[in-house]
Structures are given as C-alpha cells and as structure tokens.
C-alpha cells in the first residue's frame, strides 16, 4: 500500500484529506466523529467572536435529478464561545495526536486582535493556523472575510500580523470572488504565509420560488447571497490551484479546496499542485463514512501506477498548464463517429449542425439504414458532438495527420516581428 | 440492457442454449446505477444480505472508479460473492430490501455486484493475502460454497488448510449443481482459485471414507470443518425407477455444466418430478437440451412450490408446463427397458402438516397415463448418512447437530456448516447462507483457538 501521509508546510497528516472549516467541524464531537472514520486532518469551523446566526442556512442544486450538484450557505462562523472550541480542541488533538487539526480564524483587521486569537489557539495544541479571508457572506459586511480578502493589501498585512506572532504554520485561505486569485495569494506570501488554500465559496443566489417569490433560501421572506460550493465548482477551484501552482512568484504549498467528492477529484488536485485537499460538501451530503473510499481508492491508485507515495504526484500536471498563447496551433484532432457502438439519436448532428461547424452528415447505407460520418476535413476537433454524445464509446477524438510543424501563437508572431524587423533591417 | 436479445433455443447447437442468461452491466450502465444508490446509512439491504456485504459502500466504489475496492469489499464479505451475483433470490434478499421499493425502482445490486467481481476476474487481481502462519491445522470436509466460505477465512486467519474434496473440482453446487446459463463454471473455478491463492491445500478427487478414512482426518488435524452439503436424489418409491431414461437431476444438472452434452433428448419428451428449483433447472436443461415437450409433475399446487419466484417465471418463459396436484405412480418401460410412459394420479390437498402445507391426498380412480421418453427426479436430496456416521456425530435424520453458536458437533473437534446442518426449520439453504455460516465456523473456532491460546 502507497505511503499517503502527507507534510503540508511543516503540518503532518496519515493522508491528505481533510475536513474544510465548515458546519461539519463546528465541535470536538465531530471532528473526533471524522477522524474515526478515518479523516487525515480538520480545519475547526472559523473562530472569532461568536457570531448570530439566521434559520434556513443552506440550499442546493439538483440536477437533472442528481442532488447536490452544487450547495450553498449563509451560515457564519462559529457560534460557540471560543473558550469552549479550545477546550474541545484540545481534548480532540490529545485524543488524535497523528492527526492534523487546523485552526480557522477570523478576526477585525487589526493587529492586536490576531495577536491575541493567534496566541490562543496555539496554546491549545493546534498544528496550524488558517486564516479566513474568503467567507463571502455576513462577515464580509462588517469588514471580515472576503471584504479582507479582496484587497492584496489587507490579505497581506494581516498575515503578517498573524505571523508576527504565530509559531504553527499559517495557512491563508482565499477568496475565488477576485478578478485574479493570483494577487491575493501572492499578497499572502508577500506577508510571510506558511501555505495558501482555495477556494472559499462563491457569491451565489440559489433560486428563486416560482410561486412565492421568495429567494432560495429565504429567512422570513428576505434573502441574501450565500457561499456556493460543491461538485459544480470544482472546475472553478481547480483552475484556481493551478493558476497559483504555476505563478513564479507563489511558492508555498496549496491546500486544494471545491467541489472535491471523491478520490479522483483529490487526485487531480494534487496533480496540479495541491499538497493536499479540504472536502465539505460531499461529507456533509454523505456523512464521514465517504473518506474510506477516498483512502481506498486514492491508494489503489498509487499502487495501480506504482507510485510509493501520495506526495509523488504533487504538481505532476502543472507545467502541461500554460498560457493559451503557447498551445500548438497545428495540432488537430477530428470526431470518429464508431456507428456500431452509435444509437442514432442524431445529437451530435444537429449540435454540430446547429452551433459548431455542420461537419456531421447524416447518410444512408445501402440496406436503407441511416448512420452518421463526419467530414474530417471540415472539423475543427472542437469535442462538442463527444460532449454531446450520450454513448461510452460511440466517438472517439482522434488525433489527425499533423500537416505541419508545431507552432504556437507566441512563436507565430514572434517570427512574425522577426521578419517584420528582418524587413525593416532590409529597407533600411 | 439495451443489447440484450431474448436467447431462443436453438437445436442447430445446443451449447449455444446454456450460455449464461443474463449480460452483465455495461461499464456506462453500471456508472449510472450505482450513481443512482443513495448510499444509505445503516442500509437495509446489508442486512438483508444474509453474509452482511456492505453494499452501500461497494456500490459507492464502482461509481468513484474504485473497482478494486468494490471488488474486495464484496468478496471480504462473501468468499462466493461473484457466484451469488448471479444465483442470489436477490428481490427477496438485498434488493428487496432496498429502500427505493418505496419510492422509485431498486437499485440492481446484484448486476452490480457482477460488475465488480466479473472485473476482478477479468483483471486477474488478487484480492487477499494468507495470515501469518498460526501452526494450527484445519481439515474441511467439502469443497462447496460452505466449506470453501471456512477455508478462505481460516487461511486468512493463519491456518493451514486443507480441503478433501470428492469430486474433480471443488466449488460443490457453483461447479456442478447451478445450471450453466445461470452460472457458468469459470465463476465458481475463480472462486476456488482465490482460495487456493492463499495456500489451501485443496485435495480433488478424494472421498472421505473412501480415500481416506474419517478417523484419520480427525487425527492429523486441530479442527475438522463437514461441509459436505447433501447427496444424490432419493428413490421416488414407485415401479420402474431402474428403467433407462429415469435421471436423478442432480446428476442430470452436472452432466449438462462439464463440457459435452447430450444430443439424446432433442425431440423428446421429459417430465420433472418435483418443484424446487432443482426440478426447475431439471426442466429448463431439459428445454435446452431439445427436448419438445417438458412438463413437472407436482402433487401439491402452486403455493407450495418451493422454487424461487424469478425460476418459476423463468421455466414458464421457457415453455415448461406444470402439472399441479399429480403425482408418479408407476413409470412404464418397454420390453428393452426404457421409458415410453408415466402413470400419474390426481392429488387433492388435505389437513395441514406439522410445516403448515397441506397434506397432498390421493383421488382414487384418478390415474391416468402420459406417454414420456425421460423422467427427471427432483424430490429432494438425501443425506450423507455414512460418512456423519463415519465421524460418529449426532444427528437427526442426517442433519448434523450443531450449537448454534459454535457450530460444533457432538465430537468438540468437528464442526459442520452448510447443507448438511439444514434441516426443516433451521433456515434456508441458499449458496449466501452457506458462505455465511462457512464464514461463522471459522471465526467460532478462531474465538477459540485464541480463547486456548490466551490461557496457556
């Protein structure tokens, strides 16, 4: 069995998943519950001052029958008086020394207030800290959260303070409601952060209750945006990692946080640069018992390619994540339609036909039987029709003849100015 | 099962009419199903499946893509969990227990777990590793889905086993008694390959009591299992039951699963004794052997038939009739001694019996003839009578006695599980019951193995 033990800046953990600062570690009682069950590590449900909360907290996404296709909240942050949460840490960190447990924090921007709740938490035992600048909601209207964390200024500077006196490494968790996630996570380390994670939750409004009016969820008729987060952000989230796995200027490591329900969705975070992963959603729509399929499959996995130890693929896929300037623009693929496996239902056809390139006929074969071919030469490889296709198998997107050498767009033009100056030179 | 045609007989080749009923999932349909499973808590259908798989969390690994994990979850469980994937009366066990009975359909657990373990096999993975030696011996008596369910679990356990097994292969009813197109025997040989895998020893062709004697078993090892299941079907007590064309359809069953079959029954007509699931897998191999006309005779009626719901549709879909409240009288034969005929009686159904079925009662003067080439006899199965006495074990009419809870007999160094502890009243004799009470024997004499152990 693979090695999936983990060291995230300094913060040990048997395995890499942990349970996200959220309802599902709010006490000793669960978070001892989830470590049971096998998680690696908690980050504790955001303490500060303890907060009042609203009734009627969370919504979700069904899609096409599916359930929790996507999830919001607008609960807050603790609200259970801090003495309290330290004694239940305390006691849940003696009972589970080998695991990991995190403190989330979240206080007014200013230096003495994450002095003194730094200082407190450490004196419990905790392993690390993690700083909230993300809750998007209620928080961010009295200055806290994701109000800190949309300016670099104050994401970096409270760090710092945070720092200043913090002997456990200092996690910054970000805000994905930002134009570009990079500033703040470098402003994190520019203010001495030990680790970034991400995403928090994003802005979202869940519905609105076709005969009553009233927004989704509502509390007593009047509603307020929430967090969303589940399985459908998570492609959000992952480009969020990515994005900050290969920036040259961010160089800590990331906890990968969004949408993750299951070991492939860990696998492909750490892959592209997360140390390791938070979950919430998927444990709080199937309970702790999810992690056993998650250290079972994850470990299969590992010992299916021979890899030895879960941090060997940490960033395995960034540096194939680049800029769309450096994609080979001579690179071609082009939809096989396999009309054994193919069913007919004409989706792709009119997908194509309609929307992308009018490149799927419809013919008939000599016993009258209708099928359908692609004109390879009118594709673009655009993947739509396989998007669309609702049959494991039935087209495949293959690679074409390459007709000509690799170029990409920043190559292109820079022969382009190459010859524009060779030009120049010449007329001189 | 988007591509699955109904199989028609065919008599052009016959061997075409024993390929396994059933397609196993598609890898898009298995997706879909287990994404459909609610992933219940506490589920119901774990404990409506009698050797506990959780299959919540089996079903969660196919749809995460952990088929390793599915595999080994199921087949932790259930040492003959690919055979009972297919052989399960799964709407009377785990799907009907499912609680989506009471809002939608339920999710098919049991395609499912055929997913997963047909995976394993195709895969070639080795799901589990021998313990570490422990030094102490077990001999198990029987090489079915009982005694193969104890070894896999001993031998896991650190002990050393061996299996005496009569037949050429081991694997009991999955080899040899479940008919081909239900389960074909390359599943049961894969069961009995992950148990030889973890070092049993497993000893073919070798009767106790003929080829070695009960005594020197009892001798040579710490722990004795009898799992030897049940014997050949009884006499029907009726004239012209040595006539040529009366089959026993235990045998008539094992003939059809090894290889060459028999072109003697196409065109003919055949009766079954008897309304088990053996006289239906007696009547069905018959249908598929050819034979024009296949009819069961049973003296009671539909209610008591005691075949499974799922066979008895699946014998009339193949064109069996039945023939309620009658019963063999007399077989006929001609004067080169084979059968041209049966003479029935009519039955009606009188007080009930200590069971609670209604007594079958003979109409005088109801007797009737019907011409027939072939009598299949499947009233039952006698026990092993010989050999319980060879061991010198108490028992009742055959059925081994055993405590309840530790499975042992009258001799504390013989246990027994499986058929051959079944009697009326002590449960249902399903392949998954004798995995699991393999499974319970071998934990009993592991809690007492390491009860001595902790005391010396």
Known sequence: ?428 | MANEKIQRITLANLEMNFQEVEQGLTNQEAVEESNRCLYCYDAPCIKACPTGIDIPTFIKKIASGNLLGSAKTIMSSNPVGASCSRVCPTDELCEGACVLNHSTKPIMIGNLQRYATDWAMKTGQTLFQPGQANGRSAAIIGGGPAGLSASRELARLGYEVTIFEGSEKAGGLNTYGIVSFRLPQKISYWEVEQVEKLNVNIRTNTMVGRDISAEEITENFDYVILAVGMAHVPNLGVEGENLAGVYDAIEFVKATKSGQLSEEFVGKRVVVIGAGNTAIDGATCSVRLGAENVKILYRRTEEEMTAYDFEYEFAKQDGVEFRWLTAPKRIIGDDSGRVTGIECIKMKLGEPEKDGRRRPVAIEESEYILPVDAVVKAIGQTRHLKLIEEFGLTHDRGVVKVDPETFQTSNPKVFACGDVVFGKGNGDAMVVTAAQQGKDVAHAIHKRYSVVRTAN
């Open chain 1, 1 to 428: 069995m693979a090695d999936l033990r983990i060291n995230l800046a300094g913060i040990q953990s048997p395995n890499p998943f942990w349970l996200a600062s959220a309802p599902p570690t709010n006490s000793g009682y669960q978070v001892q519950r989830a470590f049971e069950a096998g998680w690696g590590g908690a980050v504790w449900k955001t303490l500060g001052d303890p907060i009042l909360n609203v009734s009627s907290r969370f919504a979700a996404v069904s899609f096409n029958g599916q359930r929790v296709a996507g999830f919001n909240n607008i609960e807050l942050i603790t609200d259970r008086p801090l003495d309290v949460n330290l004694k239940e840490i305390y006691e849940t960190k003696k009972r589970f020394p080998n695991h990991a447990i995190i403190a989330s924090l979240m206080v007014e921007p200013k230096q003495e207030k994450w002095h003194e709740i730094v200082k407190r938490v450490e004196d419990v035992g905790v392993d690390g800290l993690e700083l909230n600048f993300g809750c998007p909601h209620g928080m961010a209207e009295r200055g806290m959260g994701a109000a800190s964390g949309q300016v670099p200024a104050l994401v970096e500077r409270q760090t710092y303070w945070a720092k200043e006196v913090a002997n456990t490494p200092v996690i910054v968790k970000l805000t994905p409601n930002i134009t570009d996630i990079t500033a703040t996570a470098e402003a994190a380390c520019n203010g001495g952060a030990d680790a970034i994670s991400m995403i928090n939750t994003i802005n979202s409004l869940m519905g609105v209750d076709l005969d009553s009016w009233n927004t989704i969820p509502h509390v007593a008729g009047k509603g307020a945006h929430g967090g969303y987060c589940g399985p459908a952000v998570k492609p959000i989230a992952l480009n969020m990692v990515a994005e900050c796995a290969r920036h040259p200027h961010i160089n800590v490591p990331i906890s990968g946080i969004g949408g993750i329900s299951n070991w492939k969705d860990a696998v492909e975070f750490m892959l592209m640069g997360a140390t390791g992963v938070q979950i919430c959603t998927a444990a709080m729509h199937h309970g702790f018992r999810i992690v056993e399929d998650m250290i079972d499959g994850l470990s299969n996995y590992l010992d299916s390619k021979g890899i030895a130890s879960v941090s060997d693929i940490i960033g395995k896929s960034v540096p194939k994540y680049s800029d769309w300037g450096n994609l080979d623009l001579n690179y071609n693929i082009v939809a096989k339609i396999n009309t054994d496996v193919c069913i007919n239902c004409n989706k792709c056809h009119i997908a194509c036909e309609d929307t992308s390139h009018q490149c799927i006929d419809r013919l008939t074969d000599a016993n009258g039987m209708s099928f359908l071919k692609v004109r390879e030469e009118d594709c673009v490889g655009c993947n739509l029709c396989s998007i669309v296709c609702p049959v494991d198998g039935a087209i495949d997107m293959v690679e074409a003849v390459r007709e000509m050498p690799p170029m990409t767009w920043n190559e292109r033009q820079a022969a382009l100015s190459g010859a524009a100056i060779l030009k120049a030179d010449v007329t001189k």
